[in-house]
């Protein structure tokens, strides 16, 4: 495969960990892939290079987007040293209201496996954030910084607090103006703690409405991020002319050849399409 892009895979990850789970891929299975997508030759593009695509411009062919969901503690831990090691990057969602101080925590570039802080599982996690101990589980401000600056990650939104409005409120107007709170929150912190923001918005469990449209791109965002499969060409249509809705893929804890076999199909639109289609 030559030339340029015809659509770009966009894929999704949460824990990079230890401790089996839910949405979680094991440190082994994630080093074994990246180490395939660096082989062969994929390029790891960021935000700003997949809005252009989706907006006209040209990629170069095997371009991919890494992303990962909430910005847990593991990502730092697992996921940054494999990035780093093959010189990739990844897109974090970050709930802006989670990150907290304190000195970086020690990673598997920096110290041996006994030393490294513990890591909760999906569902402990969880019920640690809703106790209050979310520097258990998140990443801290110190640790995104060095994430950034080793150019492994760039932050984006996963709002604020990370609640389903649409589950919590009384009313339709209580929604939207909860919502409207939450985003203008998020944007508030990602501007001070990263000096910008930007217009890429994933949404909490992969729900939005045409409410949570309407009010995200009211605050500024214009790409979104959901749960959906599929791959993303420049056809794809949107409701406005600067809006985009883009699909993404769960990565599983399989070996590197599963992956393999799904950049190839989400590579080519056509295929994509008619492989979709057949699963469903």
Same mark, same amino acid.
């Given at each position: ?14 824990? $990079? ?25 994929? =390029?790891?593009?960021?935000? *700003? ?12 062919? =095997? ?5 990962? !969901? ?17 010189? #990739? =990057?990844?897109?974090?969602? +970050?709930?802006? @209201? ?7 925590? !020690? ?11 513990? #890591? ?21 401000? @110190? ?6 600056? *080793? ?21 339709? $107007? ?10 203008? !929150? ?14 890429? +918005? ?8 045409? !409410?949570? /449209?309407?009010?995200a791109r009211e605050a500024g965002f214009s790409h979104f ?10 056809? @794809? %249509? ?33 295929? @994509? =399409? %008619?492989?979709?289609? $057949?699963? /469903?």
């Amino acid at each position: 495969m030559s030339g340029h892009a015809r659509a770009v895979p966009v894929l999704m990850y949460h824990h $990079i960990s230890t401790s089996p789970g839910m949405i979680t891929v094991s440190p082994e299975h994630f080093a074994e892939q990246m180490a395939y997508v660096a082989s062969a030759g994929y =390029k790891t593009v960021g935000a *700003a290079e997949l809005a252009a695509f989706l907006h006209g411009e040209d990629l170069p062919a =095997k371009s991919l987007v890494i992303t990962f !969901d909430d910005g847990y503690l593991d990502n730092w831990v697992h996921a940054h040293p494999v990035l780093l090691k093959h010189g #990739l =990057k990844a897109l974090c969602f +970050l709930v802006s @209201s989670w990150p907290g101080l304190g000195e970086v925590r !020690d990673n598997t570039s920096s110290a041996a496996k006994e030393a490294l802080p513990p #890591l909760l599982n999906h569902h402990d996690g969880d019920l640690a954030i809703q106790a209050g101990h979310i520097d258990d589980v998140i990443l801290r401000w @110190s640790e995104i910084d060095a994430m950034r600056q *080793a150019g492994t990650f760039e932050f984006h939104s996963h709002t604020h607090s990370h609640v389903r409005w649409d589950q919590v409120t009384q009313s339709g $107007i209580e929604k939207r103006e909860r919502l409207q709170q939450d985003l203008h !929150d998020a944007r508030a912190t990602l501007a001070t703690r990263l000096g910008s923001v930007s217009d890429h +918005l994933c949404w909490p469990q992969g729900y939005y409405d045409d !409410d949570y /449209r309407e009010v995200a791109r009211e605050a500024g965002f214009s790409h979104f991020y959901t749960c959906h499969v599929g791959t993303n060409a420049q056809s @794809s %249509a949107a409701k406005h002319a600067d809006e985009h809705s883009i699909n993404r893929l769960e990565v599983r804890d399989r070996p590197a050849s599963w992956l393999a076999s799904r950049l190839w199909v989400h590579s080519r639109p056509a295929i @994509s =399409k %008619a492989y979709l289609k $057949i699963k /469903r």
